[in-house]
């Protein structure tokens, strides 16, 4: 089997859609996740125990199955329950609740890593709830969570590959395709490998010049 690089030039609009579909759906999905995980773990903490019972439960059950168990059970058997969701959106929807549960763990662990003394400061200042979260806990636990937030959107950035079994049109199917229609098995294989690797060390030095910044600016404040 030779290695065919004309197969992959000609079919470079196609990946490029592909890549674009993968982009923008991973990009998103982890801003959902975010936003979710951080209502969730909030409402964990403040929200009383029969709260943080019913959440702890639901991210539990997320935790403990497989993404692609969930994306069968939401697009599959959706319509079962009157859910009937096309395939980008429904991968959407679930990547988002997917990656929600574990940013909800990071954000909880970033709750639980603010010194209590900080809080009880803030309080002695009449400061309110939502003024010691926004103004106390958030700034301290930015730092902290950033770190595994990042190594979490890159494992969603692969774990998205997943929604090509809902037909996505995402990079994995749509390079997976041209392999399959050309024989070129070994160059789809190659552009996956290559383009997933570039996206996550693009992810990671982000990340990490996210984090020195982060930093930085929290020592020149101190």
């Given at each position: 089997m030779m290695f065919d690089p004309q197969v992959i030039i000609?079919?470079?609009?196609e990946i490029g859609s592909?890549?674009?579909v993968t982009l923008w759906l991973w990009i998103a999905g982890v801003l959902g996740g975010?936003?979710?995980?951080f209502i969730v773990a909030t409402?964990?903490?403040?929200?009383?125990?029969?709260?943080?019972?019913v959440l702890g439960a639901v991210v539990e059950v997320l935790r403990g199955t497989p993404f692609l168990i969930q994306i069968f059970l939401l697009y599959y058997g959706g319509p079962f329950v009157g859910l009937m969701l096309d395939p980008i959106p429904c991968?959407?929807?679930g990547l988002?609740?997917?990656?929600?549960?574990y940013y909800s763990e990071v954000f909880r662990a970033g709750y639980a890593s603010v010194p209590v003394g900080h809080v009880e400061a803030a309080e002695c200042l009449g400061m309110t709830r939502?003024?010691?979260?926004?103004?106390?806990?958030?700034?301290?636990?930015?730092?902290?969570?950033?770190?595994?937030?990042?190594n979490l959107a890159i494992i969603l950035l692969k774990e998205s590959a997943v929604l090509s079994i809902i037909t996505v049109p995402e990079l994995t199917a749509t390079v997976s395709a041209i392999g399959s229609q050309q024989y070129?098995?070994?160059?789809?294989?190659?552009?996956?490998?290559?383009?997933?690797?570039?996206?996550?060390?693009?992810t990671d030095r982000l990340g990490r010049q996210a984090e020195k910044r982060l930093s930085r600016l929290r020592f020149s404040k101190a």
């Amino acid at each position: 089997m030779m290695f065919d690089p004309q197969v992959i030039i000609d079919k470079l609009p196609e990946i490029g859609s592909g890549l674009f579909v993968t982009l923008w759906l991973w990009i998103a999905g982890v801003l959902g996740g975010v936003i979710a995980g951080f209502i969730v773990a909030t409402a964990r903490r403040f929200g009383g125990l029969a709260v943080n019972a019913v959440l702890g439960a639901v991210v539990e059950v997320l935790r403990g199955t497989p993404f692609l168990i969930q994306i069968f059970l939401l697009y599959y058997g959706g319509p079962f329950v009157g859910l009937m969701l096309d395939p980008i959106p429904c991968g959407l929807i679930g990547l988002s609740v997917y990656s929600a549960a574990y940013y909800s763990e990071v954000f909880r662990a970033g709750y639980a890593s603010v010194p209590v003394g900080h809080v009880e400061a803030a309080e002695c200042l009449g400061m309110t709830r939502l003024q010691t979260i926004s103004r106390i806990q958030i700034p301290e636990m930015a730092l902290i969570v950033l770190p595994p937030s990042v190594n979490l959107a890159i494992i969603l950035l692969k774990e998205s590959a997943v929604l090509s079994i809902i037909t996505v049109p995402e990079l994995t199917a749509t390079v997976s395709a041209i392999g399959s229609q050309q024989y070129a098995f070994l160059e789809a294989i190659f552009v996956l490998a290559v383009t997933y690797w570039i996206i996550v060390e693009l992810t990671d030095r982000l990340g990490r010049q996210a984090e020195k910044r982060l930093s930085r600016l929290r020592f020149s404040k101190a």
